[in-house]
DNA sequence: CGAACTATTGATTCGGTTCAAGTCTTGTGG
DNA sequence: CCACAAGACTTGAACCGAATCAATAGTTCG
């Protein structure tokens, strides 16, 4: 099924079947994005919104010389651009870091589930607003953590999000992202990134290698990047791996 | 009416006056705040949104040191803490900077109104999400922009907020922070952020004194922090003051 | 095999922090 | 009304984290 990932381990129990079967008809349109692609830029009006099935996107801003923010990386479950649902049109620009199967929801669509779902309306309002305080999260990091800490703090986020889907084990996971990304992620050139790379390898916390992330000590790396997964509104902290 | 600056200039036309009545139903209890007075502390489960009438208040976070990061500052007519309905409990700590007057919203007729005004349940969707376009701009601030360009970036942003409520007429507008306060939401010191507000007057682009910001130059502002509005969503960038 | 990314390392420069001292305000009580 | 305390602001000097510039080494793919 296509929303198997959706809100998983996130009061994804409040999803009745009922409700799945609502959004999975709203999916009119499954396909394969190439790796590397924008698929909406800025101010344009957009009228459907993107569910990532499997594969990596984000989301990013750039300055006036071209140099990127991204302010989100989305992973399998993650309904990519739902804010361009009430926005009507974004602030922001969405792209494939991987190549990656989606499905378009028309908005429609999302009309009619707003006007006679309003459980399932309020989880997908509730879906929107977990990115706004991972947003946050990513405030903080940027104005109040080193570089090295940045880096382990995102670090820890992916794993987070990467372990609630099923797709890390606390040991190693697969992050397909460039370190050229990586800064653009954690607001430092990928010179210093490379080296602060070096750091938390050398400091024993984690190994990053050709899109791979090698965990040695999860709690150490936590500590070190003042990582506390409140923000991700996980149920349970612990084990939630299982469909 | 308690509601008259809530969406001012964003799409507010669309709220009708029948929506309008619930909102104000809605608003069980008004309270007044007084100034720098922590009133929600990250994890606590609440079961109402604080709607701002009159008053600044801000969201933050703060590190192991206790050092603050602000993650948002609101401004008369912001829902603050509407993502406190779908979340059920926040990831970060809510307080006033001034004293406030502010309307109590329960969460339980917040669900009477996603389960039968679906328009207005959008457009308080919008709101919360135009919150999260702002927590991505402040993303971009802090990731992309040098201290002085960050300065003027926020100067410009909550300039552009208080002028669609008619707190601003773009030559000068009160702003009741002090400079440790801007340090804490540009992610610098109050030391070097005041070496910022010199540097900002020297170049005849404004300055900062006793909580009231004077703009010499808008224009010039804008274009040294790379501010651009479409972010905040106001229906027509130009004059939209009136009531 | 070569082109084009991607990653790594060194040397230098610079923006911002830190520490420290001092001044200006504002509010309070004698 | 003045004395004083507590914030808020200002300025200087030294230091440090990260950027920049530059050169080289891997890697991947056509």
Redesign the pocket.
Known sequence: MIFDDFLRGRRRDRLSSADLEILEAAASDLRTLPARRTIITRGQAVRHSTYLIDGFMCRYMDDREGERQLVAVHVPGDFVDLHAYPLETLDHDVATLTECRVALVPHDKLDAILATQANLAKLLWFSTLLDAAIHREWIFRLGRL???ARVAHFFCEMEAKLRVIGRSDGKAFDLPL???DLGEIC??????L??M??DLKERGLMAF??GRVTIQDLPGLARFSEFDPGYLFVDQPGSVTSP
């Open positions: 080193s570089a090295a460039t370190q050229a607001g430092i050139t990928a010179v210093h490379n080296r790379l070096r290698r050709g």
